[in-house]
């Protein structure tokens, strides 16, 4: 048996244990759940939603953070969001033990939470007029997301969810490269990960979330002079409705788009004065992607990242995916070969060795050809919208699908001319000869 304690997201009150065995199914977890609240709970078991209480360090959530605080007082945070995204929800039929193994998570103990418990619409007790009104606001946002996505025929894809498969569709693969031996003129140690302890002197990392600004100053600092000399900044972006769709961006020539953000970018300073030409990613050289532990995965988060920085940005800029110890993976878009698009990728283990490349990186400018230390050769960085594969029958698979989901939708709620207009737009477009008058 195992004993998981429980929060349910929304609702004011004290997290909650329930014990089953790990051979149990994520249904079976949630008719535990449903029965140990069945004054809260009103709906069936199957129609609760469930995530993994899971940092991007691997840790389970403390319940010493404010995170976990707020969550028992009814209240979202950023965190909290995160880790409720749609792709994150646990599936009915898989196995507690196949769920706890495959997120690689420690021994559940207590001081944690484990599992978010999301009701849906009609599934709580009684709720004041306002939480009515939100969930009406909320249920009016995601139609119209819904309408937007299949009018638009754009399959959204996070890049925390995004997997080597998507290269492959994007026809775009990536290559790493070795790095030259070279010396650094100053030592940098490696960033110290914080913990808490808690009353059983137990120790508990912190998130990285909790440490942002902590890794954010620790990055400033050993390139300050850099940062002065070439009038930048390191940026944190923060998970919350100001960044979280920083590195959005639609795909040119697919039927993708890319959603969410990255941890640091380094830019223009001017930002500083005037956060709304964020947006506008101004003179950025490097965005900064930090886990704790990278993971296979994290490399398909960090090119997706560069993919839309280098479609929304005017400057060619880099990726670097780092766990500020010992792996600093950096990425840049190099020449296609054998109509592929390239992602190229060099890893340095030396903390004095990386931010010497990246002093380097925000000397050069915005030049598409950069000298690097780790290389003996310049490397040369083309904008990767200039070799996106065209979208051929992934385009015609979107349309196909936009026009059932006209469909579908008029079926329900009758014709819908703005909406029809908008998928015969897109066929429209997708005709090489029409796609001048479109």
């Avoid at 990767?384 to 329900?412: C, K, P």
């Amino acid at each position: 048996m195992v004993k998981l304690f429980c929060a349910i997201v929304g609702v004011a009150g004290s997290a909650f244990s329930v014990r089953v065995d790990e051979s149990d199914s994520v249904y079976d977890l949630k008719k535990v759940i449903k029965g140990e609240n069945p004054a809260t709970i009103t709906c069936d078991a199957k129609d609760l939603q469930v995530f993994l209480a899971k940092t991007e360090g691997g840790a389970w959530l403390s319940s010493l953070t404010e995170d976990v605080k707020k969550l028992k007082k009814g209240e979202k945070t950023a965190l909290i969001e995160a880790l409720m995204e749609e792709d994150l929800e646990l599936q009915a039929e898989d196995s507690l033990k196949d769920v706890l193994e495959e997120n690689h998570l420690p021994t559940p103990l207590s001081r944690q939470i484990h599992v978010l418990v999301v009701l849906t619409e009609g599934a709580g007790g009684s709720v004041s007029e306002a939480s009515k009104m939100d969930q009406l606001r909320e249920k009016v946002d995601k139609m119209n997301d819904k309408l937007d996505k299949s009018m638009l025929g754009k399959r959204k894809v996070c890049h925390s969810s995004a997997s080597s498969s998507l290269l492959d569709e994007l026809h775009v693969r990536l290559r790493a490269t070795r790095a030259v031996p070279f010396e650094t003129e100053k030592h940098v140690e490696p960033f110290t990960w914080g913990y808490t302890v808690d009353e059983s002197g137990q120790k508990i990392k912190l998130t990285e979330e909790q440490q942002r600004e902590r890794y954010r100053e620790y990055v400033e600092v050993n390139i300050g002079d850099a940062l002065a000399k070439n009038k930048l900044c390191v940026y944190g972006v923060e998970k919350g409705e100001g960044g979280k769709d920083i590195l959005s961006a639609d795909v040119p020539g697919h039927d993708i788009k890319f959603a969410g953000c990255t941890d640091m970018i380094i830019l223009s300073d001017q930002i500083l004065e005037n956060r709304l030409e964020l947006e506008m990613l101004p003179d950025v050289r490097l965005i900064i992607e930090v886990k704790q532990k990278v993971e296979r995965r994290s490399v398909s988060q960090a090119v997706s990242e560069l993919i839309a920085l280098d479609i929304k940005a005017a400057e060619p800029g880099m990726a670097l995916l780092t766990d500020l110890q010992k792996y600093w993976q950096f990425f840049w878009v190099a020449d296609p070969t054998n109509n592929r698009g390239t992602i190229e990728s060099v890893t340095i283990c030396d903390p004095s060795k990386a931010f010497a490349v990246i002093e380097t990186l925000l000397a050069s400018g915005a030049d598409a050809v950069v000298s690097l230390p780790c290389f003996q050769e310049p490397i040369k960085r083309p904008k990767i919208d200039e070799f996106l594969a065209s979208i051929g029958e992934g385009e015609s698979g979107g349309i196909r699908e936009s026009i059932e989901r006209y469909y579908d939708i008029a079926s329900m709620l009758g014709p819908d001319w703005d909406m029809a207009r908008a998928v015969a737009e897109q066929i429209t477009r997708s005709i090489p000869t029409l796609s001048y008058f479109s």
